[in-house]
């Protein structure tokens, strides 16, 4: 039992829990936009994984990490442009072709690692490394916590005001909700529905692709295949049960992330508690908060359906 | 992974139809015996499908079985093969295989309780399940088992010299009784030569997740463990990582993992299945085939093994030696690679 509270005590383990959450986070961050202006974006690990795999090969073929990133950004946002191509201007199934992506990017990132770094010989990865943060850093428990970290965790930290301020207190917010609530009213007014909802989807695709490239440049340092292994799922359930909202969204990938980091903490302690359970969890504890804590969840109105003008 | 379904049942397709035409395909077995060494010259052309669990670059387990099969191919098999196949899927894949192809294997001992359902629907087909250690009941069903127990003991003995912290972490995909025997080998190997060295060992949940495995190791690390050791795949590549970022050692599996960094990976736990499943197709090419029974190599055939050891004083590589020669001559007992089965056994049904 003491080695249990000292491992709830231990800055490693909220160290950890806030490395497992930032991509969780930046990917809810971009479907929260996309989602409150009325698509559902399913392909979101799509957009991490073709992410991860596009900052690793930016990566190593410049050798720079910082033109990987943009690079690796820039192929979540390919991805989201074919996913709001289909959902908003073809007036697709946006669950199906999410689904259709997220099989595709696997499979092509599968095949492209394998061609192009024969056999997955990936070279050595310049990635990015830890930035502690003068002064902050020092704070005892909240400096190894939050400011020894890379510049992704800091990035996220400004991410989160910055898009709850856009959504809630601009007028491209607002009218970016209605997008979402009612289509048809903010096209009246001649606001264009179409263009605001692009806007939207290459956001989710940038900050998904940023997720993906803080796993493969900043955590993992390198490319295997699946690397995201199914985190833009989980994003999408963190962006439910925050309810849409950024600020909760933290919340929400706090509790995957810490009690990801957790259940592998417990497995070296004595207390012997069964490995599957320790490792459902995280998964246990997201349905049961869903259930219970967060009640009745007001998904935007018009989310899901395509608008075309009558 | 659906359109990889397609190719597959295509090929299978293909391998099919072609088989109605034994001349031809005939002439294609003998020229590749013309140029293969070891090949019977009762070897006749058969068609091999593999289902693999994971992707085929995974310098590890699914590679392995993907270099076997294209072993076999070299030795004039016509092969097909669909990875990254996943639990859903793992009876359909094995199905359509089993309709096209003589030889149906399962890379994997996921595959085993699939296996011996399908069985008896496909009497014709020849099973094989790779690196499983439990008899099958079916007489066309045939385990392989690399006995990797013995390598994991010397990958042990290695860390248990290596260390000096006296902590070891083991991290693993998911907690397999294959898996947690080799856990267990290995802290006896370690113990053997270092009294005083104890284990911690966490499983994944995933053979695919790199950042977890990352995770696990940076976690061992804090709690003062100096040499990991992993069983897990894709996501050990995370482990690796991770124990290059913190500054301890790590032990690989499966192939030589010390080109991903060469300088945390003092070794690696060899376990060729790749030989054992280009074994398995040359022999039933030849007309044998052990159904109902479990193909077992170990340290003796070469199959399981220790890579060279780097980065560390030479006296070590004497110790393994020393002890490869004790566990031949069976002076050292290794636990058994059935050692973490349950009596009742999971697939008793």
Redesign the interface.
Same mark, same amino acid.
């Given at each position: 039992m003491q080695e249990f509270l000292e491992i709830l005590g231990s800055a490693?383990l909220y160290a950890?829990a806030v490395?497992?959450l930032v991509?969780l986070l930046f990917a809810a961050i971009g479907e929260i936009f996309a989602e409150r202006a009325g698509l559902v974006n399913v392909g979101l690990e799509a957009m991490m994984l073709m992410g991860a795999f596009g900052g690793v090969l930016g990566a190593v073929d410049t050798g720079s990490a910082v033109l990987g990133l943009i690079i690796g950004v820039a192929c979540g946002v390919t991805v989201a442009a074919i996913q709001a191509a289909i959902a908003i201007n073809l007036g697709g199934n946006q669950i199906v072709s999410g689904i259709a992506l997220n099989?595709?990017v696997?499979?092509l990132t599968?095949f492209l $690692?394998?061609t192009i770094w024969r056999?997955?010989?990936v070279p050595p990865v310049p990635g990015f490394g830890i930035l502690d943060l003068p002064a902050l850093a020092s704070i005892p428990f909240l400096g190894t916590v939050l400011f020894r970290q890379t510049v992704f965790v800091y990035v996220a930290i400004i991410a989160v005001p910055v898009a709850w301020w856009a959504m809630t207190r601009t007028t491209w917010g607002l009218r970016l909700r209605a997008c979402g609530e009612d289509p048809r009213a903010v096209d009246s007014l001649g606001i264009p529905v179409l263009g605001l909802r692009w806007q939207t989807m290459l956001i989710a695709g940038a900050l998904a692709g940023l997720g993906g490239v803080f796993?493969s440049l900043a955590?993992?340092?390198?490319f295997?295949?699946?690397?995201s292994?199914g985190r833009g799922f989980i994003a999408l359930a963190v962006v439910i049960i925050a309810r849409w909202s950024p600020v909760k969204a933290v919340f929400a990938a706090l509790l995957f992330g810490g009690l990801? $980091?957790l259940a592998?903490?417990l497995?070296?302690t004595n207390l012997h508690l069964p490995?599957?359970l320790l490792?459902?969890l995280p998964y246990v504890a997201t349905l049961l908060v869903y259930a219970g804590v967060v009640g009745r969840t007001v998904a935007p109105a018009a989310l899901g359906r395509s608008y075309t003008r009558a | 992974?659906?359109?990889?379904a397609i190719v597959a049942v295509a090929i299978g397709v293909t391998a099919c139809g072609s088989s109605s035409k034994p001349a031809v395909t005939k002439t294609t077995a003998h020229q590749h015996a013309a140029t293969t060494t070891s090949q019977s010259k009762a070897a006749r052309a058969i068609s091999v499908a593999m289902a693999i669990p994971?992707?085929?670059?995974?310098?590890s387990f699914d590679?392995m079985g993907y270099e076997g099969l294209q072993e076999c191919k070299a030795n004039g098999a016509r092969t097909t093969y669909k990875?990254?196949v996943a639990t859903p899927e793992f009876s359909r894949v094995l199905q359509t295989f089993a309709r096209s192809s003589e030889v149906v294997i399962g890379d994997g001992e996921e595959f085993a309780e699939v296996t011996e359902k399908l069985a008896p629907e496909f009497p014709q087909t020849k099973f094989i399940v790779a690196a499983d250690p439990i008899k099958p009941h079916h007489s066309n069903v045939e385990a392989l088992e690399p006995n990797s127990t013995q390598s994991a003991y010397l990958a042990g003995v290695v860390a248990g010299e290596a260390t000096k912290t006296n902590k070891l972490?083991g991290v693993g995909g998911f907690?397999f009784p294959v898996l947690r025997a080799q856990m267990q080998a290995f802290e006896a190997g370690a113990k053997a030569v270092n009294p005083k060295a104890t284990m911690?060992?966490?499983?994944?949940?995933?053979f695919?997740?790199?950042?977890?495995?990352?995770?696990?190791a940076?976690?061992?690390a804090?709690?003062g463990v100096d040499v990991v050791y992993h069983i897990a795949d894709?996501a050990g590549?995370?482990v690796i990582?991770g124990a290059q970022?913190s500054g301890i050692k790590a032990i690989g599996w499966g192939k030589n993992q010390h080109?991903l960094a060469p300088n945390t990976v003092i070794a690696s736990q060899i376990v060729n299945l790749a030989a054992m499943i280009k074994s398995a197709c040359s022999a039933i090419a030849a007309g044998k085939f052990e159904g109902g029974g479990v193909v077992m190599a170990g340290l003796e055939s070469g199959v399981v093994g220790l890579s060279p050891i780097y980065n560390e004083p030479s006296s070590i590589q004497a110790t393994v030696e020393s002890y490869r020669k004790k566990i031949l001559a069976g002076s050292v007992s290794v636990p058994s690679i059935g050692g973490g089965i349950p009596a009742s056994g999971p697939k008793s049904d």
């Open positions: 490693a950890a490395r497992l991509p099989i595709a696997l499979g599968s $690692a394998l056999n997955g010989n796993i955590d993992v340092m390198t295997s295949n699946d690397i292994a990801e $980091a592998l903490r497995q070296t490995t599957d490792l459902a | 992974m659906t359109a990889a994971g992707p085929i670059d995974d310098k590679e990875a990254e972490g907690e911690k060992v966490v499983y994944l949940g995933s695919e997740d790199a950042a977890k495995g990352r995770e696990a940076t976690s061992l804090a709690s894709n590549v995370g990582d970022a080109a």
